[in-house]
T-cell receptor, first 111, second 116 residues
């Protein structure tokens, strides 16, 4: 079955870069996503990458995908206090639209 | 961008009553919507896939008679928690996917249900 894993917690100083890592097991994954969840709120789509891409950059966000190792990362440049949240990676299989989520990484940005 | 509206954002109800949660795609059509449940400090658990005009597909372990799902139009799906009990208290989140190919899931802001 599918399995997506993330580290539980990341602490970073304001202004530094944050790197959140995710590993997955399903080699048929077609799209991989990063979502942000602030306390008491739903999920906000941050970015996503197709499985045939290695990297995608969108302003402060950089997604790196190593398909061979099934490793996905999200780098947030110049991390701000407003970036404190839980970040979920998720993957979707080639068949169907069902997302499989990682357990989420809680990012705490310290001033 | 694509917006998914979920209502209500929070609800408190008494044990034994039923609660309906609405999920609307505001600016796009969604043939498929998903309902998730999230316990504190945990990830999202997919409950069911809601398909417009047909019966929902429930994940293993989710009681279809307890969590009634209706997807009557391309922009609206509802989840009704019937005969709610305190253990049903949770954060429920819906998501919708556009008909356009390769579109990501967009999520509502969630509904916090508290059953007393």
């Amino acid at each position: 079955g599918e399995d997506v894993e993330q580290s539980l917690f990341l602490s970073v100083r304001e202004g530094d870069s944050s790197v959140i890592n995710c590993t997955y097991t399903d080699s048929s994954s077609t799209y991989l996503y990063w979502y942000k969840q602030e306390p008491g709120a739903g999920l906000q789509l941050l970015t996503y990458i197709f499985s045939n891409m290695d990297m995608k950059q969108d302003q402060r966000l950089t997604v790196l995908l190593n398909k061979k190792d099934k490793h996905l990362s999200l780098r947030i440049a110049d991390t701000q206090t407003g970036d404190s949240a839980i970040y979920f990676c998720a993957e979707i299989q080639a068949a169907g639209n069902k997302l499989t989520f990682g357990g989420g990484t809680r990012v705490l940005v310290k001033p | 961008g694509a917006v998914v509206s979920q209502h209500p954002s929070w609800v408190i109800c008494k044990s034994g009553t039923s609660v309906k949660i609405e999920c609307r795609s505001l600016d796009f059509q969604a043939t498929t919507m998903f309902w998730y449940r999230q316990f504190p400090k945990q990830s999202l658990m997919l409950m069911a896939t809601s398909n417009e005009g047909s019966k929902a597909t429930y994940e293993q372990g989710v009681e279809k008679d307890k969590f009634l799902i209706n997807h009557a139009s391309l922009t609206l799906s509802t989840l009704t928690v019937t005969s709610a009990h305190p253990e049903d208290s949770s954060f429920y989140i819906c998501s919708a996917i556009q008909i356009a190919p390769n579109s990501p899931l967009h999520f509502g802001n969630g509904t916090r249900l508290t059953v007393t």
